[in-house]
């Protein structure tokens, strides 16, 4: 039996050279084994050819991961993407169906930047596809020729929602500083998603689900970037890694107590 909960962690489907490849930083698998204490597994996005029913009854929990990829529009009614813009058909066929259906299923659900948008289209929620061109709003997109410590640093602050799962992380704070690296955001919050965050300029920069049987919360920042150094970013993952963990004793507890000739 194991002693640590299992967490899928979402990939991205890119060539490598001429070959396609299933792949995810690894920011991501160390913040996952180092921070919330849990068995790192990358999900390749096969999208149908993987039965959700199937991927859920063997995890713990669901990391969905940034990318520099953006949800195809036509999947919340958006126009056209800008030429150029790059897409993940399989990623978006393999994590919106899975997300709604780990929640619903008390799967402990962790979204980080793209992650975040695909919680927010899963529930019917619309994306700003370049948050930078519209009035009133920030560039909340990075210098990606700046070193990775400067691109990851703090660059502004986001309000805390009072009594919110990441107010509670935060104890009680009202605002926390994070990065920015992303250029879509949140136009349409989802139905049954509640804002968690949000920046000086009105962008939503965190959300929760508000009937969710167990821990679901979205960050469109970059939690796992450096996480020990960051008393916010430890505690997400932490929490998630304790969620994580209680479904997997849940789960023990039920196939013990099953008879010998059903387990």
């Not at 999208?47 to 959700?52: D, K, L, T």
């Not at 990623?91 to 948008?117: K, N, S």
């Not at 304790?242 to 013990?256: E, G, L, N, P, Y």
């Amino acid at each position: 039996m194991r002693t640590q909960p299992l967490i899928a962690i979402t990939a991205d489907r890119t060539m490598i050279g001429r070959q396609a490849s299933h792949v995810a930083g690894e920011k991501y698998f160390a913040a996952i084994v180092d921070i919330s204490q849990a068995l790192a597994m990358l999900l390749p996005a096969f999208g149908e050819r993987q039965c959700v029913d199937d991927v859920l009854s063997v995890v713990d929990g669901l990391l969905l991961t940034g990318s520099y990829s953006n949800v195809e529009p036509h999947r919340y009614g958006g126009a056209s993407s800008e030429p150029g813009t790059l897409h993940d058909t399989a990623r978006d066929a393999t994590t919106l169906p899975l997300i709604r259906a780990a929640i619903a299923a008390g799967v402990p659900v962790l979204g980080i930047c793209r992650g975040l948008q695909e919680m927010n289209v899963a529930f019917g929620g619309s994306l700003h596809q370049n948050v930078h061109a519209l009035a009133g709003f920030d560039d909340h997109r990075e210098n990606k020729a700046a070193p990775l410590d400067t691109q990851y640093a703090a660059s502004h602050p986001v309000a805390l929602t009072r009594g919110g799962l990441l107010s509670r992380l935060a104890h009680g704070r009202d605002e926390a500083r994070v990065n920015s690296l992303h250029g879509q955001g949140i136009a349409r919050l989802g139905a049954g998603l509640t804002v968690e965050a949000v920046a000086a300029d009105g962008l939503i920069e965190a959300i929760g689900v508000a009937d969710a049987p167990a821990f679901a919360l979205g960050v469109q920042w970059h939690p796992e970037w450096k996480p020990a150094d960051d008393a916010l970013s430890t505690a997400i993952f932490r929490a998630f890694g304790d969620a994580c963990r209680q479904r997997m004793h849940a789960r023990h507890h039920i196939a013990a107590a099953m008879p010998a000739t059903l387990a």
